[in-house]
């Protein structure tokens, strides 16, 4: 019996551990290599950033991708831009890169405009924020320039559009010491006195 406990014990925890991880890595790229189009996208204030999956775990997985906008500290909507097992014209992965690029802007309505690009259908968005003299910026999570792993079956953030932390001593707009924090993100709003961010989120499964 005793035997039979440890295997059982060794067997759930092997079956865990699969669960848990997986080959995916994430690789992204901002802007554009077209001179004139990027000098262009600047000016307009539009960021974007193409997000290459790649890992033979992805083949005949599905995805849902969310958007996750945090106000004054806590989690007032979350957006489900795709699930790909909910639409017919959406068919699992079927390779072992997927890929998809994103642009961003905030408009002068007060409003910012987001669009997902995919290799057959896009999907745009539009969220009104609150009126702010500061501009959002575009931040990945990859810590360094090594690819970022993701898990199967688990909730992964893979970007932040998000408003500056203000130094009370310099005065000073810092948006790299928001994104390189050790605080989690979902923490940033009360942390850093942030009053309004988006939290852009990938399940793969």
């Not at 009370?168 to 924090?181: A, I, L, T």
């Amino acid at each position: 019996m005793k035997n039979l406990m440890v295997l059982a014990v060794t067997f759930i925890g092997f079956s865990m551990l699969n669960a848990q991880n997986s080959d995916i890595k994430l690789y992204t790229k901002y802007g554009s290599d077209h001179k004139e189009l990027h000098d262009l996208m600047r000016f307009q204030d539009v960021e974007t950033i193409k997000l290459t999956f790649t890992g033979n775990d992805l083949k005949g997985k599905h995805y849902r991708l969310l958007v996750k906008e945090y106000t004054n500290g806590s989690l007032a909507k979350i957006d489900t831009i795709i699930d790909s097992g909910q639409h017919d014209y959406v068919s699992v992965i079927n390779d072992t890169i997927f890929e998809f690029k994103y642009h961003v802007k905030t408009q002068i309505n007060n409003t910012i405009k987001m669009n997902f690009k995919f290799d057959r259908f896009s999907s745009p968005r539009l969220y009104n924020i609150r009126a702010s003299e500061d501009k959002y910026a575009l931040h990945d999570f990859l810590k360094s320039s090594d690819p970022m792993p993701v898990e199967l079956n688990a909730k992964t953030l893979i970007m932040g559009y998000f408003l500056p932390y203000i130094d009370k001593v310099s005065g000073w707009k810092k948006y790299c010491d928001v994104s390189g924090s050790e605080y989690k993100p979902e923490e940033w709003g009360t942390v850093f006195d942030i009053p309004n961010y988006y939290l852009i989120e990938i399940i793969f499964e």
